[in-house]
T-cell receptor, first 114, second 116 residues
Framework: AQSVTQPDIHITVSEGASLELRCNYSYGATPYLFWYVQSPGQGLQLLLKYFSGDTLVQGIKGFEAEFKRSQSSFNLRKPSVHWSDAAEYFC????????????FGKGTRLSVIA | NAGVMQNPRHLVRRRGQEARLRCSPM?????VYWYRQLPEEGLKFMVYLQKENIIDESGMPKERFSAEFPKEGPSILRIQQVVRGDSAAYFC??????????????FGPGTRLTVL
């Protein structure tokens, strides 16, 4: 069964600084990988996903993520953080067959300071 | 196009009562997924339904929990005889196609259940 780990529970960055949120997965083959964002009191919104092909994936709101098979990682990055990016970020892993539920990490809470 | 709608947004129940959570998928979506989010935890899959069918209920507790998605009307997650451990946020997501779990899922705002 697949699993996902987000090592950082809480990260604080200054507005305008760069951001990298870590995600490590465990799966025997190439997984399907997702990043979701959850604003306070809201549901989850898909930022980006990786299925195959180019390992650098562009998403919405200026986010990108890079799939690194050798490191079993799918880290989320943004070059310049805005205060509105403060939220909870979840990495999720699925299987190519699409017949098993997505497994979500426990999330990383991002705080943005002036 | 309205997004996924869930109601109520907040629900308070006393131990032993029943909780009914409703989810209306996005227009044109025929697949619904229910998740539970406990404090400090990620989302845990509960059940995946298509109209009038349960596709995967591997994440549903064996007792007290049930789900349906009738031909007409919203999907319902029902929790009988609630206990304090059922207090959580329950999210519904919907998708349009038949690629299963890797379809892009669109999430509702959730129902926050508090059991007193």
């Amino acid at each position: 069964a697949q699993s996902v780990t987000q090592p950082d529970i809480h990260i604080t960055v200054s507005e305008g600084a760069s951001l990298e949120l870590r995600c490590n997965y465990s799966y025997g083959a190439t997984p399907y990988l997702f990043w979701y964002v959850q604003s306070p009191g809201q549901g989850l919104q898909l930022l980006l996903k990786y299925f195959s092909g180019d390992t650098l994936v562009q998403g919405i709101k200026g986010f990108e993520a890079e799939f690194k098979r050798s490191q079993s990682s799918f880290n989320l990055r943004k070059p310049s953080v805005h205060w509105s990016d403060a939220a909870e970020y979840f990495c999720a892993v699925g299987t190519p067959a699409g017949n098993t539920p997505l497994v979500f990490g426990k999330g990383t809470r991002l705080s943005v300071i002036a | 196009n309205a997004g996924v709608m869930q109601n109520p947004r907040h629900l308070v129940r006393r131990r032993g009562q029943e909780a009914r959570l409703r989810c209306s998928p996005m227009k044109g979506h025929s697949h619904v997924y229910w998740y539970r989010q406990l404090p400090e935890e990620g989302l845990k899959f509960m059940v995946y339904l298509q109209k009038e069918n349960i596709i995967d209920e591997s994440g549903m507790p064996k007792e007290r929990f049930s789900a349906e998605f009738p031909k007409e009307g919203p999907s319902i997650l029902r929790i009988q005889q609630v206990v304090r451990g059922d207090s959580a946020a329950y999210f519904c997501a919907s998708s349009p196609r038949t690629s299963g779990f890797t379809d892009t899922q669109y999430f509702g705002p959730g129902t926050r259940l508090t059991v007193l």
